[in-house]
């Protein structure tokens, strides 16, 4: 018996040692297949690249030619892994840490020339006398008609105490304006803002997740907390699109006790495969939080919105988030350029990955779409509340979008707001101080008479719109021959009334005004003071927060929030 189980026994071992044997044989074909339809389709691709560059009809751009045929081929992958040229490497580092050498200011393309839209408070550009509405004639002497955005910014851009002499001509001047600007390192805060909203209410607004931003909003935190009253905290994470995922674990735990969990991520290779915790005490566990999100909201914003939603540590307030759950790693290439490559996933605590199931199904901002209810899975926080998957981070309280009326979009669209508080800060030494100023009646009708005076001041109404699908379908259908009159008359109904609409929305337009001319005398952070009076979303967490009863119950259940619900998944 004892030889017959040595031999089973022997048997055992050479069955596995051959089935090993089977398995890397398979492998190594497998793998050396693999190897050989790469190096057949580079060849294929090189040798027809070779051939369209000899005997194409036209004179081709070499670089342009494989920067297409690389971007095509990425796209196929997901929307994030992307091909970084040299040229562009600045710009990518821009990102992720948000400095640069420059003056300091945002520019827009308006017809022929590049126009100032905002000097940046305490750069260069302002200090030298830069202004919003400025349009750059030359820069060095050399003519800017006709250039890109990008050709400007490059020339703007420098080496840190280098001299640019910028050509502007100014609304409202008789000559262009010489101004010489030294350039210096560009640093922009990632929080533009943070601030007393009441007695016992705090907010911090964080922009973006660039290097050692978790160092500012720490920063901010610490004063905020100096005022003793100060007894709730609002996070406004709106509109960031995301960042480094390491900031995101930092800011994460200035609310969280060390070693909680923040996130995961999951890749084909192993080495993707890590669990982030918190690597420090915190600044403040107890504190009543609301995180403020909307669909602009992506990535390391997701992060922090869903790693404190998880771990029922703050109330999220406001619409679904982007739904970016993928994570890049930047490979360095030939030539200086880089190759950002998707290589993993996110995975927030309670195990709900942030990406949308779906990327063809979005909203026409490339946020999450519809997500059917059979597409999501149900997961439960620390303390048993239950959330959805299916696609970035739905609130626990949705507050609906501000949705602008057709005017609004048409004065914003066509900078009709921009150009009007360019003349107005031109003859207007100065105006009230945010949270005092207000659009009087008398300001607001000389905005009327500037609009309507207008000439080239065009815009079409929703209802136009949807009535001109009627006509057509009327056409179609034989009924708008019977019927010529009546839709004769609904046509001059609807037609555009610009003083009558400016008056009928007066209270949105009154917003984007005031925001524009505060922007041109107190700069960004005057029309963010401006806007928290009367932002949505800011009121409701203060209504929220100020109620600690039912703040509570909805942390641990009682109270039914949105995120535990299926239908806060339509937006």
């Avoid at 051939?51 to 045929?69: G, H, M, Q, W």
């Avoid at 030298?128 to 050399?142: N, Q, S, Y």
């Avoid at 109330?315 to 739904?323: H, T």
């Avoid at 917003?511 to 963010?528: C, D, N, V």
């Amino acid at each position: 018996m004892d030889k017959k189980r040595g031999l089973t026994k022997k048997g055992w071992f050479i069955t596995i040692l051959l089935s090993l044997m089977i398995s890397v044989g398979f492998i190594a074909a497998n793998t050396d297949r693999r190897n050989f339809e790469i190096v057949k389709n580079l060849d294929i691709f090189y040798t027809l690249f070779r051939e369209l560059n000899s005997f194409y009809v036209d004179e081709i751009n070499p670089d342009d030619l494989i920067k297409s045929s690389i971007d095509a081929m990425l796209e196929s992958l997901d929307p994030y892994t992307t091909f970084i040229p040299e040229s562009e490497m600045d710009d990518f580092r821009f990102m992720t840490t948000g400095e640069y050498a420059g003056i300091g200011a945002l520019i827009t393309k308006r017809g022929d020339f590049v126009v100032v839209s905002e000097p940046y408070e305490g750069f260069p550009a302002q200090e030298a006398g830069l202004r919003a509405g400025d349009r750059i004639l030359k820069i060095d002497g050399d003519d800017m008609k006709g250039k890109q955005t990008s050709d400007v910014s490059d020339r703007l851009k420098g080496p840190a105490g280098t001299e640019v002499n910028v050509l502007v001509e100014r609304p409202g001047k008789n000559n262009p304006i010489t101004i010489t600007i030294t350039r210096r390192s560009i640093q922009i805060n990632p929080v533009p803002y943070y601030g007393m909203l009441d007695d016992k209410t705090g907010i911090i607004i964080l922009n973006n997740f660039t290097q050692n931003c978790s160092q500012e909003v720490e920063k901010a935190l610490k004063e905020l907390k100096k005022n003793e009253n100060m007894s709730r905290l609002i996070l406004d994470l709106r509109g960031n699109p995301g960042g480094l995922m390491d900031e995101a674990v930092k800011i994460a735990n200035l609310f969280l006790p060390r070693g909680s969990e923040v996130v995961s991520t999951k890749g084909r290779v192993s080495q993707w495969d890590k669990t982030y915790r918190a690597p420090r005490q915190p600044i403040d566990t107890v504190m009543p939080l609301a995180v403020l999100i909307n669909r602009g909201s992506a990535s390391a914003s997701e992060i922090v919105a869903g790693a404190l939603q998880d771990h029922d540590r703050a109330l999220v307030i406001g619409q679904r988030s982007f739904g970016k759950g993928l994570v890049q790693t930047t490979r360095s290439l030939a030539y200086n350029s880089s190759l950002k490559v998707t290589t993993a996933r996110y995975y927030i605590p309670s195990g709900r990955s942030i990406q949308a199931v779906d990327y063809a199904n979005r909203n026409e901002d490339g946020s999450v779409g519809f997500i059917p209810d059979s597409l999501m899975r149900e997961f439960s926080t620390s303390g048993g509340r239950i959330v959805f998957d299916g696609g970035g981070i739905s609130p626990d309280v949705i507050v609906d979008r501000d949705r602008f009326s057709s005017i609004s979009m048409a004065l914003i669209g066509q900078q009709t707001v921009f150009d009007y508080a360019t003349l107005f800060a031109v003859k207007t030494p100065s105006i009230e101080k945010p949270g005092v100023f207000q659009i009087s009646d008398d300001l607001y009708a000389d905005f009327i008479s500037y609009v309507t005076g207008l000439e080239d001041f065009r815009y079409e109404s929703q209802s136009q719109n949807q009535f001109r699908k009627l006509k057509e379908s009327a056409e179609r259908e034989g009924y708008f021959d019977v019927n010529k009159e009546l839709f004769s008359a609904m046509e001059e109904n609807l037609r555009p009334d610009v003083a009558r609409d400016l008056g009928t929305f007066r209270e949105e337009v009154e917003e984007l005004l005031a925001m524009e001319l505060l922007r041109r005398f107190y700069y960004q952070r005057g029309a963010i003071v401006h806007n928290l009076k009367t932002d949505n979303e800011v009121a409701k967490a203060k209504e929220i927060l100020s109620n600690p009863a039912k703040y509570n119950d909805m942390l641990n259940g009682t109270i039914l929030t949105h995120a535990g619900d299926k239908r806060g998944s339509r937006n």
